[in-house]
């Protein structure tokens, strides 16, 4: 028993690790995903919170850029219930999607599939 003990201890501490490992799904090398992905769940977001927008797709870069003149929150979390019927997204979080240095990666993919979509 004495044996076993460090070796359960072990297996739970490595199983913990794993479980609170999470990779952002916007690293995903192919750009132009990322980018169709953040423009549709910016629109679907739009759709929910009944914004009049003349760029449907567009506003969650107001929101990164800071001139939003939304509930930013809101967006997000809409976003991220979008992400959960998205097989590659799935695990996207709120975090994720506010994470400044990765919108950088991936504005531009953002913008041509925002020009895209009109």
């Not at 929910?48 to 567009?58: A, V, W």
């Not at 969650?60 to 850029?65: G, L, R, T």
């Not at 939003?68 to 994720?96: E, G």
Request: glycine letters at 4%.
């Amino acid at each position: 028993m004495k044996k076993a003990l460090p070796l359960i201890a072990t297996c739970i501490l490595a199983a913990s690790v794993a479980a609170c490992s999470h990779q952002n799904p916007l690293t995903n090398p192919d750009k132009h995903k990322v980018g169709t992905f953040l423009v549709s769940a910016s629109r679907y977001s739009e759709q929910q919170m009944r914004l009049g927008n003349e760029l449907p797709g567009t506003v969650y870069a107001d929101c990164m850029a800071g001139n939003a003149q939304t509930d930013c929150s809101v967006l997000y979390d809409n976003m991220v219930a979008y992400a959960k019927h998205q097989p590659d997204f799935q695990d996207l979080t709120v975090k994720d999607l506010t994470d400044f240095a990765l919108w950088h990666t991936n504005e531009d993919a953002y913008v041509k599939a925002a020009f895209n979509q009109l």
